[in-house]
């Protein structure tokens, strides 16, 4: 029922930018929190960023912070992800996903998850 479609995953130099946009349908959303999961190769699922229904609270994994920006827009049931000055350790499949409230350790504790979407930094 609950459908999470990602977009603006690609391929990036060192140092470069991307903006990760993801659109919720299928559900109510009102007081979700939502977030960013990444899984690079070989390495288990983090939570790179999360935020909360209101926005005030947010949540930034310690090797993504200072370089990324979560935001959502709630009429447009939207989440974003900025990402700034991406290094290789970035590239992973990144993954929306909603949860009832802001989890900021364990990422299976996130309810909903769309497909990912493909982000690969290069040097």
């Known amino acids: 029922q609950v459908k999470l479609v990602e977009s603006g995953g690609g391929f990036v130099q060192t140092g470069g930018s991307l903006r990760l946009s993801c659109a919720a349908s299928?559900?109510?959303?009102?007081?979700?929190?939502m977030g960013w999961v990444r899984q690079g190769p070989g390495k288990e699922r983090e939570i790179a960023a999360a935020?909360?229904?209101?926005?005030?609270?947010?949540f930034y994994g310690r090797s993504v912070e200072g370089r990324f920006t979560i935001s959502r827009e709630n009429d447009k049931n939207t989440v974003y992800l900025q990402m700034n000055n991406l290094k290789p350790e970035d590239t992973a499949v990144y993954y929306c996903?909603?949860?009832?409230?802001?989890?900021?350790?364990?990422?299976?504790?996130?309810?909903?998850w769309g497909q990912g979407t493909q982000v690969t930094v290069s040097s």
């Open positions: 996903v909603i949860g009832e409230s802001l989890e900021v350790a364990d990422p299976d504790l996130y309810k909903y």
């Open positions: 935020i909360s229904w209101s926005g005030t609270m947010t």
């Open positions: 299928g559900g109510t959303f009102n007081t979700a929190a």
